[in-house]
């Protein structure tokens, strides 16, 4: 039967070369929801995806020579494509003499057989993943590789939808507000002065109540208030001025970096909008403003570029 939870050793074969990864239970049966129930595993080793399992273990071949120590830790993964929360991390090491060493956290160290150089044969028993929890959004976890990005809009607010104190941030990694607009200065400016800044505090609000982990960007132009990008970046004073007032608009509002949103450099979007052909030149040099000392620290991202 699959389960949360701790699982037993299991006993291993003794694979053609590298370190065989036992984690216990068997990932195809048990008394769980099929939609729920793992499909497979995926395997890791020193935090790099190594491969996938239907099986309740994993022959990690083509390993370095003996005493070498490698990081496993695994992932279970069901029909629906929902990903659980990582496993516990267990310490293997293939043989160099007698045996090859194991540990694992809150498991002991289970006996292994012996066997010549890279071709070490360990059995492990890790702190395997309970299936996916399709319930409390777990299926993407802190502390993930990936970046999960989701965009609030600010005229949400005119439609009666959630506010944005009220999102599911476990699910996410990144959380972008659309959108800011840009003023006639050239500067950055409120896209909806009415509810933006109610918006900001209650991101603000979600980021102290319990998630930490989230990075907030302020997302700039959109289909909508893209007219001005084509100005903000034709000279380096325009573009050393816009780049200043996106950091000073983070820092007053309290977001972690800005996302640039031109739709669309060159040509496209609204018939309204300024384009030039050497917008695709200048959005570069208006990107790397972004890089400079006084944005220190301000992640960037840029969208739909051509």
């Given at each position: 039967?699959f389960?949360?939870?701790?699982?037993?050793?299991r006993t291993a074969?003794k694979?053609?070369?590298g370190?065989?990864?036992?984690?216990?239970?068997?990932p195809?049966?048990?008394?769980v929801?099929?939609?729920?129930?793992?499909a497979e595993y995926?395997?890791?080793?020193?935090?790099?995806?190594a491969?996938?399992?239907?099986?309740?273990?994993?022959?990690a071949a083509?390993?370095?020579?003996?005493s070498?120590t490698?990081r496993?830790?695994?992932?279970a993964v069901n029909?629906a494509?929902s990903i659980?929360?990582p496993?516990?991390?267990?310490?293997l090491?293939?043989?160099g003499g007698?045996?090859a060493?194991s540990s694992a956290?809150?498991?002991?160290?289970?006996?292994?057989?012996?066997?010549?150089p890279?071709?070490a044969?360990?059995?492990?028993a890790?702190?395997?993943p309970g299936?996916?929890?399709?319930?409390?959004g777990?299926?993407?976890?802190?502390g993930s590789?990936y970046k999960?990005?989701g965009y609030?809009?600010?005229?949400a607010?005119y439609?009666?939808f959630?506010?944005?104190?009220q999102?599911?941030a476990r699910?996410?990694t990144h959380?972008n507000y659309a959108?800011?607009?840009?003023?006639?200065?050239?500067?950055i400016?409120?896209?909806?002065?009415?509810?933006?800044?109610?918006?900001?505090n209650?991101?603000?609000d979600?980021?102290?109540g319990?998630?930490?982990?989230?990075?907030?960007?302020?997302?700039?132009?959109?289909?909508?208030?893209?007219?001005r990008?084509s100005?903000?970046?034709?000279?380096d004073?325009s573009?050393?001025a816009?780049a200043e007032s996106?950091?000073?608009?983070?820092?007053?509002?309290?977001f972690?970096g800005?996302d640039?949103?031109w739709?669309y450099?060159?040509a496209?979007g609204?018939?309204a909008?300024a384009?030039?052909p050497?917008?695709?030149?200048?959005f570069t040099?208006?990107l790397?403003?972004?890089?400079k000392?006084?944005?220190?620290?301000a992640?960037?991202?840029?969208?739909?570029t051509?």
């Amino acid at each position: 039967m699959f389960t949360k939870g701790q699982h037993p050793p299991r006993t291993a074969g003794k694979p053609e070369g590298g370190i065989l990864y036992g984690y216990g239970g068997n990932p195809l049966l048990g008394n769980v929801r099929r939609e729920t129930r793992p499909a497979e595993y995926y395997i890791y080793i020193d935090g790099r995806r190594a491969g996938n399992s239907t099986e309740v273990t994993y022959t990690a071949a083509g390993l370095s020579p003996p005493s070498t120590t490698y990081r496993f830790h695994i992932r279970a993964v069901n029909a629906a494509g929902s990903i659980s929360p990582p496993s516990a991390t267990v310490t293997l090491t293939t043989a160099g003499g007698d045996r090859a060493d194991s540990s694992a956290q809150n498991n002991p160290s289970p006996a292994a057989e012996s066997g010549p150089p890279e071709e070490a044969t360990v059995a492990a028993a890790a702190s395997a993943p309970g299936p996916p929890d399709m319930k409390s959004g777990n299926d993407h976890p802190v502390g993930s590789s990936y970046k999960v990005v989701g965009y609030y809009a600010s005229w949400a607010a005119y439609q009666g939808f959630s506010p944005p104190d009220q999102i599911d941030a476990r699910k996410l990694t990144h959380l972008n507000y659309a959108f800011a607009n840009i003023g006639n200065d050239l500067k950055i400016a409120l896209g909806y002065p009415d509810i933006d800044i109610a918006n900001f505090n209650r991101l603000n609000d979600l980021k102290k109540g319990g998630h930490p982990h989230l990075k907030t960007l302020i997302s700039v132009g959109g289909w909508t208030w893209s007219n001005r990008f084509s100005d903000v970046a034709l000279t380096d004073s325009s573009r050393t001025a816009f780049a200043e007032s996106c950091l000073q608009f983070i820092l007053d509002y309290g977001f972690d970096g800005i996302d640039l949103d031109w739709e669309y450099p060159v040509a496209g979007g609204l018939p309204a909008n300024a384009c030039r052909p050497q917008d695709k030149h200048n959005f570069t040099l208006l990107l790397q403003k972004y890089g400079k000392p006084s944005m220190p620290g301000a992640p960037l991202t840029a969208g739909n570029t051509c």
